[in-house]
Nanobody, 131 residues
Framework: QLQLVESGGGLVQPGGSLRLSCAAS????????IGWFRQAPGKEREGVSCISASGSGTSYADSVKGRFTISRDNAKNTVYLQMNSLKPEDTAVYYC????????????????????????WGKGTLVTVST
């Protein structure tokens, strides 16, 4: 069974840090771009950060630039989201999603990423930033 499982969420005070993990099972992430999304109560889901299949391309929402860092470890089949200087407005359920890059390394999409056309989704992990 193909799955993405997020972990690392929890309660943290403003200014604190968390590292989210997105682990894949049933398939390898080598040829997948990965995106992190979040959905706060009463709001639409938004793209937070993404990383290309090669790992060389990343993108961040303006609201998290300079505070969040995405990375991947293909040997561990896992993608991470390091979140620093957390704010109450970062409170949300965070999801990871995988987008298959057809053609792998030969594809012109191997070094870029985006927030559309995801093939697999995790179930999410809750991040609460509060005193």
């Amino acid at each position: 069974q193909l799955q993405l499982v997020e972990s690392g969420g929890g309660l943290v005070q403003p200014g604190g840090s968390l590292r989210l993990s997105c682990a894949a099972s049933g398939f390898t992430l080598d040829n997948y771009a990965i995106g992190w999304f979040r959905q706060a109560p009463g709001k639409e889901r938004e793209g937070v950060s993404c990383i290309s299949a090669s790992g060389s391309g990343t993108s961040y929402a303006d609201s998290v630039k300079g505070r969040f860092t995405i990375s991947r470890d293909n040997a561990k089949n896992t993608v991470y989201l390091q979140m620093n200087s957390l704010k109450p407005e970062d409170t949300a359920v965070y999801y990871c999603a995988a987008d298959l890059v057809s053609g792998g390394r030969r594809s012109s999409w191997y070094n870029v990423c985006g927030f559309a056309g995801m093939d697999y989704w995790g179930k999410g992990t809750l991040v609460t930033v509060s005193t």
